[in-house]
């Protein structure tokens, strides 16, 4: 049995779980690597340009991924109007789940950048501002979920009482350019920016560590196909507040109390940023 006829069977399940197959290609020089999303995982793979993907199947969660991406090998999401490219990258990797019942469209892809050429927060700084820029030119439009304040600017990491808010709880303002310390400030915990295009969220993650070798920037874009990612989000808290119910926990009354004081927070926020000068947003 080839590689190509093992690697359908593993994307189809049946092929045991917890398997680890290739996927050769002809094509030997990779000159990009290209990727959408809610296409079939097989397929999508097939029109990469990858010469080799290492593949997984568990239970039916189905990944395919690439490591030690040359830096001169981009990252290029083809959506039509939605086209943006990445580099340098260590390592990409996608998603399919059988469960979904969506002909093993790709629910998710993952890039991790390579971390080498960022070793100080001038360079850290410049190359997501770079990021944050491609994403802004193109039709993917700012999203905000129903948890956060729709707040522009310095507000969207800003507390109730004002100060810089360093848990990255809420994504921030990508049409706000943050100061050198407000950087080095909020970017010792992982901080993100999100957009919306087309049913697909890109989430942009940002963070760095700094010890006796010197600042460690890391850097993530994960594309997630929303509505998808939403119900699985909901389907886990449903099935965890039914479970600690059912052991008199009472997780479902104290659930609706945290949105309660959740909505009480944000619409606190929204005025306070109103009142410093910033404006509300469309979510």
Do not use: L, P
């Given at each position: 049995m080839n590689n190509l006829i093992k690697l359908g069977l593993a994307a189809t399940g049946l092929v045991a779980t917890a398997v680890v197959l290739f996927f050769l290609f002809r094509d030997k020089d990779m000159?990009?690597?290209k990727f959408e999303l809610k296409t079939n995982i097989v397929e999508t793979a097939r029109k990469s340009g990858v010469p080799k993907y290492s593949t997984a199947n568990v239970d039916g969660y189905i990944s395919?991924?690439?490591?030690d991406i040359p830096a001169d090998v981009p990252a290029r999401?083809?959506?039509d109007g939605y086209e943006v490219s990445f580099s340098p990258l260590f390592a990409l990797t996608m998603y399919a789940d059988e469960k979904n019942q969506n002909n093993l469209g790709v629910e998710n892809v993952t890039l991790q950048f390579s971390t080498k050429p960022f070793a100080s927060h001038e360079a850290g700084k410049q190359f997501a501002e770079g990021v944050i820029a491609e994403m802004n030119?193109?039709?993917w439009v700012r999203y905000i979920d129903e948890l956060c304040p729709a707040v522009s600017g310095r507000?969207?990491?800003m507390n109730a009482e004002g100060k810089l808010e360093q848990i990255g709880t809420c994504p921030l303002d990508p049409a706000y350019t943050l100061t050198r310390e407000e950087w080095i400030h909020m970017m010792r915990i992982e901080q993100s920016y999100q957009w919306l295009g087309d049913g697909v969220l890109a989430t942009f993650k940002i963070a760095y560590s700094e010890d006796s070798r010197g600042i460690t920037y890391n850097f993530f874009m994960e594309f997630d196909d929303l509505p998808v990612k939403k119900r699985k989000i909901e389907q886990r808290l449903q099935a965890s507040l039914k479970e600690e119910d059912q052991k008199g926990w009472k997780s479902t009354e104290k659930h609706q109390k945290y949105l309660a004081s959740r909505h009480e927070l944000i619409q606190l926020l929204e005025a306070?940023?109103?009142r410093r000068g910033d404006h509300l947003v469309n979510r």
């Open positions: 000159t990009a690597i395919y991924s690439v490591n999401y083809v959506r030119k193109k039709k507000s969207s990491f306070n940023a109103v």
